[in-house]
């Protein structure tokens, strides 16, 4: 049984509300794994108190956070150093306090993004073709960082408002595209890879309706929705033969870097700790 002492290294999860937070549980995990004399806390702090929790963090003794929603862009200007790819996603997920008691900021989901698809699918390579991304929000800015940063050729972003992916082609450039949302179907021809970063098929949330004919069934298809974790699109791209890789991964992977930072060990993302997580969705 592990038992904290007064030297515990401390952590947690702030966002409003956090209640639903799947984070606790996962460096809980991790924490009783190796046997470390820390904690992982949910910490419910709204929108306006954002700033004075942050500061508090160092003279609380706690070794850093992630943030949830709605606290990611907020805290890009609430830090004392932001890491150039938090700055391009645009949003913070992971704090750490540094050894002199400054806040560092960095975002650590294209990192669990892309990790997660070379562990899934290691035939996967950004030469294979064309990638195809739905959706133009905070999510979507991470794996754009990512996929480009990977090397990808050629990105296609369809999102419903396509004002949305226009602003991010420009932004981003290097081969991204914007396609409108009613040409959905068609942006799928030749794709190596098409990921689904919207709300649509989530539980509680509309159906995605994609026709998937043109899309070439060596292509990954890869939906960042864990609940349910095999979504419709998953679930009809492997009734065609395509490679999938659920949202899950993600989630487990983009917490190992700020884990390694506040507890001193970089753990690993393990067919146990999913079945852990999995057995609270």
Known sequence: MRVLTGHAKLAGVMGWPVAHSRSP??????????????????????????GLALKALPAMGFAGANLTVPHKTAAL???????????RIGAINTVVVTADGKLAGSNTDAYGFLTHLQASTPAWKPGNGPAVLLGAGGAARAIVVALLDAGIGELRIVNRTASHAEAL??????????????????????????????????QGQPALEIGLQRLPESAVVYD??????????????RARGNPTVDGLGMLLHQAVPGFAAWFGVTPKVSPELREFVLATL
């Open 25 to 50: 549980r996962l460096h809980g995990f991790w924490l009783t794994q190796h046997d470390i004399d820390g904690a992982y806390l949910p910490l419910g702090v709204r929108p306006e108190n954002l």
């Open 77 to 87: 200007s609430l830090v004392d150093r932001v890491s150039d790819e938090a700055r």
């Open 169 to 202: 082609a420009a932004e981003f450039g290097r081969g991204v595209k914007a396609i409108e949302w009613r040409a959905r179907d068609e942006a799928l021809a030749g794709a190596a890879l098409l990921v689904n970063s919207t709300t649509l098929g989530m």
């Open 224 to 237: 960042i929705v864990y609940v349910p974790l095999e979504t419709p699109l998953l679930a009809a791209a």
